[in-house]
C-alpha cells in the first residue's frame, strides 16, 4: 500500500521504497533499498508466451509484501491456474520496482496499487508501457491507530491536536527523547515524517520493518497496556481480532498532499486498482481478461488474509478454500464477454 504522494515514502506512504535503475548492455533493473528484490531482463523480453491467442502461457505477477496483496495474488493465481491452465511466476518485488518490471517485461501484473500518480505517470502516461486495468473492488485506508484500551482510557488521544500533550507516554528507547509513531516496511506509501513536521508534534518516526512487527506490536500494547501509536491501513484481517481505533487528523481536502514535504493533512481514500504491461493487456491471453474481472470485497481479502496470517494456511490452501466456497463469484470472472 503506497501513499501517492510520497514516492520515497517516508514512511509508508511512505511505504514503499524507491529504487535506482541501472542500466548496462543487458539492462538490469537493480536491488531494492530494502534488500533482496530486483527484476531482470533481457532487452526485449516477452511476458513468456502469455497471450498467444488464447494461451494462458505464463503470467508474471509481482507480490508486493503485505498480507493482503498476497491475498489478491494467491486468489488470481489459483484460478488462473487451475481455471484457465496458466503458468503464475510470482516475484516478490517492492512497488516501485515491481513498476519497473513493466518496461522491461518482467512484470506483467500488479494485483493491487494504492495510488503512486508519479509511477502512473513515468509508466502509463509517459513511457506507455502499462495501463490500468481498473478497481480491485477494495477500498484502501491509511492513517494512525492506538490499542482499544487507550483509545478506552484516553479518547482525547483520538484527535491529532492532544497528541503532544502525551507525547512523553510514547517514549521508547528509540525515539530518541520524543513520543515515537511507529511505521512498518520502510517500502510502504507513507507522509508520516513530514507529517509530524508539519504539525509540529513532538515525536519521531521509527520503522517497525514489516507487517507483521506493526501487528505483533498492537498485540503487545493492548495485552500490557502500553501506549503505541502507529502506521496501520485497511483491507488488514487483524482488525477483526483487534478493534485498532483511528486517531483523526486534518482533513484530506484534494490537493493538500501534493508537496510530499509540505504534508499536513490525512491520507486520501484509496480505490484500489489493477496495473498490468500494456503488451499483456492487449494479448489475447485469458488471464488479461480474469485481471480485468478480478474484484472482491475488503471482507473478501480479509478472509483470505486471515486463512494466511493467523490459521497458517499455505497461499495457495488459503485461495482453494475461499474459491470453493465463493464458486458464484469466481463464475463471474470467468463469464465470456
Known amino acids: ?56 502461457g505464463t503470467v508474471k505477477l509481482a507480490v508486493n509484501p503485505w498480507v493482503g496483496y498476497e491475498a489478491d495474488a494467491a486468489v488470481f493465481a489459483y484460478v488462473a491456474e487451475q481455471n484457465l491452465g496458466c503458468t503464475v511466476e510470482k516475484k516478490d518485488l517492492k512497488e516501485e520496482v515491481a513498476w519497473q518490471g513493466f518496461e522491461t517485461g518482467e512484470v506483467d501484473l500488479v494485483i493491487e496499487n494504492w495510488g503512486h500518480d508519479d509511477l502512473v505517470k513515468k509508466y502509463i502516461t509517459e513511457r506507455k508501457v502499462a495501463v490500468d486495468l481498473g478497481s480491485t473492488g477494495n477500498k484502501g485506508i491509511i492513517g494512525w491507530y492506538v490499542p482499544p484500551w487507550l483509545a478506552a482510557e484516553h479518547p482525547e488521544i483520538l484527535d491529532w491536536k492532544n497528541l503532544n500533550k502525551f507525547a512523553d507516554k510514547f517514549k521508547t528507547t528509540e525515539s530518541g527523547g520524543k513520543g515515537q509513531l511507529l511505521d512498518g516496511d520502510p517500502s510502504y506509501v507513507t507522509n508520516d515524517t513530514a507529517l509530524v513536521k508539519n504539525l509540529k508534534l513532538n515525536f519521531s518516526v521509527v520503522q517497525g520493518g514489516s507487517e507483521a512487527a506493526l501487528i505483533q506490536s498492537f498485540r503487545t500494547a493492548q495485552k500490557q497496556k502500553k501506549w503505541l501509536l502507529a502506521y496501520f491501513y485497511e483491507p488488514q484481517w487483524f482488525f477483526d481480532e483487534l478493534e485498532l481505533k483511528r486517531v483523526t487528523l486534518p482533513e484530506y481536502t484534494a490537493g493538500c498532499d501534493a508537496d510530499p514535504q509540505k504534508v499536513a493533512c490525512d491520507y486520501p481514500p484509496y480505490d484500489l486498482n489493477k496495473i498490468a504491461r500494456k503488451g499483456f493487456a492487449d494479448s489475447d491471453s485469458p488471464a488479461a481478461d480474469l485481471a480485468r474481472k478480478f474484484q472482491w470485497t475488503n471482507e473478501d481479502q480479509n478472509l483470505v488474509s486471515k486463512y494466511i496470517s493467523d490459521e497458517k494456511l499455505t497461499p495457495e490452501k488459503a485461495a482453494e478454500k475461499w474459491v470453493k466456497d465463493h464458486k458464484d463469484v469466481v463464475d463471474g470472472w470467468l463469464a465470456a464477454g
Open 1 to 56: 500500500m503506497t501513499d501517492s504522494t510520497t514516492r520515497v515514502r517516508p514512511g509508508h506512504s511512505g511505504l514503499r521504497t524507491v529504487l535506482s535503475v541501472s542500466t548496462a548492455a543487458a539492462l538490469v533493473i537493480a536491488v531494492a533499498a530494502c534488500g533482496g528484490d530486483k527484476v531482470d531482463s533481457e532487452p526485449g523480453a516477452s511476458s513468456g508466451g502469455a497471450g498467444a491467442a488464447g494461451d494462458c
